[in-house]
């Protein structure tokens, strides 16, 4: 395990689970069911039972589960910072089901390449 530096954000996997945990218990399943659910491995569980993090796959697929946001358990150190706005409508495009992937793509770099043309650089 890697080292914990003051200097950078960090990832609440405690308060993570514990979250899980509540909605577990508000849906009365078991660590099983919610493995099933959110299609996860079981052992995905208990290494965030653990205190683990779990894997990007992992976290994506457990927050879908659970309707949690994942940045809600991201712990800053200096502040919120300013959101990039083309990878949040590249972000809102990937996850838009009546695209395709390549038809997602291709909007994104459109959007990207005209914000680069007209946006101030920051």
Known sequence: MGCWVADRGSFDAGAFFEALDRRRQEQELLWKDVAKAAHVSPS????LAQGKRPDVD????????????????V????????????????????????LTPE????????????????????
């Not at 992992?58 to 809600?72: N, Q």
Request: charged share 30%; aromatic share 6%.
């Open 103 to 122: 038809a997602a793509e291709a909007i994104a770099k459109v959007v990207k390449a005209t914000y680069d043309a007209v946006a101030p650089k920051r």
């Open 75 to 98: 712990r800053r150190v200096h502040g919120e910072p300013e959101p990039d706005p083309v990878a949040a409508i590249s972000t809102y495009l990937r996850a838009d089901r009546s």
């Open 44 to 47: 995905t569980l208990t290494r």
């Open 58 to 73: 992992s976290l994506a697929a457990l927050v879908d589960w659970a309707s949690l946001r994942a940045d809600d358990f």
